[in-house]
């Protein structure tokens, strides 16, 4: 551990300028989601909801990125990525900041669309950011880099967001499960939210070629238009991975508890491991890649997790959580290395809008399942959502196998 610890930091020290704004950013804005996510379901809970408005909740926070997933692609492409991260964090403070200050579960519908769209927003501007700011052999190592440490940082996330209940708690004398210590702890998103502003308030200068384009007026050059059975078969695979997503993901924390009857801070620390595999499964697929090609890599990574996503249906929780962690590892490791041959495959022009189709579909996967799937839950438990969940991954990994041959780097 000492030895992979001491690479990192070499690494690291070894990056561009540039590159090391965006990974703090990426921490940061990441420490906040993964508190989020911890957190809110339990929130929803204390405020007397149940699962199955968890699940709607969660599609409408999904669909908003479906909805806003064109937009967001025209904003990258046109206003340049950085200008559209700053916009997504603040909007995802002040989305939050409304969250906590309404109960009505309309007005909370409304406020998960705000922090949908915005939180799609701003991740989905990263992986342009980046493209435009690395040379192509770089793209394999520094999207791993980038994915690992925003997912790595939910080893801090989620063990601190298990414990911020309890202290909040403590120091007003209430209970740790109330809905007063739950919204304490959630105000530490809007301060992280805020905080990933600062890495890259300045201008991050980009590659020459790059730079956007202008005509004469000073306006942007028109995009090239992308073929739609093109557009289709790049956000296939993310697709399938969004379903797989939405019949598992916004319900893990309740997984763990409701089946293993665990504690708030032993959740916080399991889905905290699960960060930090995953994390580590981004960081070092890289590897695979330059052995198999980023295209077979991404894709084997990804068939590899439907075996372990059948292992968490053992009653078992040793095996639980072993299966938790393969699926995580292999997932973390397959979807940047996808992101980077997808960027391999567009033109600097349309970097945003096939990302944001990516986001787009992705999102919709999730939408499409996720409140399906907090019905199914209520009536039929666990057990469908993780075959369903099984049977995603595997035609997701298929899809990748039948993206388009690289013709070299554009």
């Given at each position: ?150 997912m790595v940082i939910g080893l801090i996330g989620a ?235 595997v035609l997701s990994g298929i899809a990748i196998f039948a993206l388009p041959v690289e013709q070299?780097?554009?």
């Amino acid at each position: 551990m000492l030895t992979i610890r001491l690479r990192a930091q070499a690494a690291i020290a070894q990056l561009p300028s540039p590159v090391r704004r965006i990974l703090a950013h990426s921490l940061i804005l990441g420490l906040a989601m993964s508190v989020a996510d911890l957190l809110f379901n339990f929130y929803l809970v204390s405020l007397g909801y149940s699962t199955d408005t968890a699940g709607y909740l969660s599609t409408i926070y999904r669909f908003a990125g479906v909805v806003a997933g064109i937009p967001i692609g025209m904003l990258i492409d046109r206003a340049g990525a950085q200008r559209a991260i700053q916009i997504g964090a603040a909007l995802y403070a002040i989305g939050w900041v409304a969250q906590l200050m309404v109960s009505n579960i309309w007005a909370l519908g409304v406020t998960q669309a705000i922090i949908g769209a915005a939180g799609l927003l701003t991740l989905t501007s990263v992986v342009p950011l980046l493209t435009n700011v690395i040379h192509s052999e770089q793209r394999a190592a520094i999207f791993g880099l980038n994915a690992g440490a925003a997912m790595v940082i939910g080893l801090i996330g989620a063990t601190v967001g298990g414990i911020l209940p309890a202290l909040f708690g403590g120091l007003i004398a209430v209970d740790p499960q109330s809905t007063t210590a739950y919204r304490l702890a959630l105000c530490s998103v809007v301060i992280l939210s805020l905080m990933a502003l600062l890495p890259v308030l300045k201008a991050i200068p980009l590659l020459p070629d790059a730079a956007p384009r202008t005509n004469a007026a000073g306006a942007g050059q028109a995009n090239e238009r992308l073929p739609f059975i093109f557009i289709v078969r790049m956000t296939l695979p993310s697709l399938l991975l969004g379903i797989g997503a939405g019949v598992f993901l916004p319900f893990q924390n309740l997984f763990f508890r409701q089946q293993f009857q665990l504690s708030d801070a032993v959740v916080g620390t399991v889905l905290a491991c699960g960060s930090l595999i995953m994390g580590l499964g981004a960081m070092f697929g890289s590897p695979f890649a330059k052995r198999l090609g980023l295209k077979r890599a991404a894709a084997i990574l990804r068939l590899g997790s439907a075996p372990a996503m059948l292992l968490m249906l053992s009653p078992n929780l040793i095996l639980t959580m072993i299966g938790f962690f393969i699926r995580g590892a292999c997932i973390g490791a397959s979807f940047p290395l996808n992101d980077a041959y997808t960027m391999q495959l567009v033109s600097p022009r349309n970097r945003g809008t096939i990302v944001s189709s990516t986001s787009m579909v992705w999102s919709l996967g999730w939408a499409a399942t996720a409140s399906l799937a907090g019905l199914i839950e209520k009536q039929y438990g666990f057990a469908p959502l993780l075959i369903v969940g099984t049977v995603s991954y595997v035609l997701s990994g298929i899809a990748i196998f039948a993206l388009p041959v690289e013709q070299g780097s554009k």
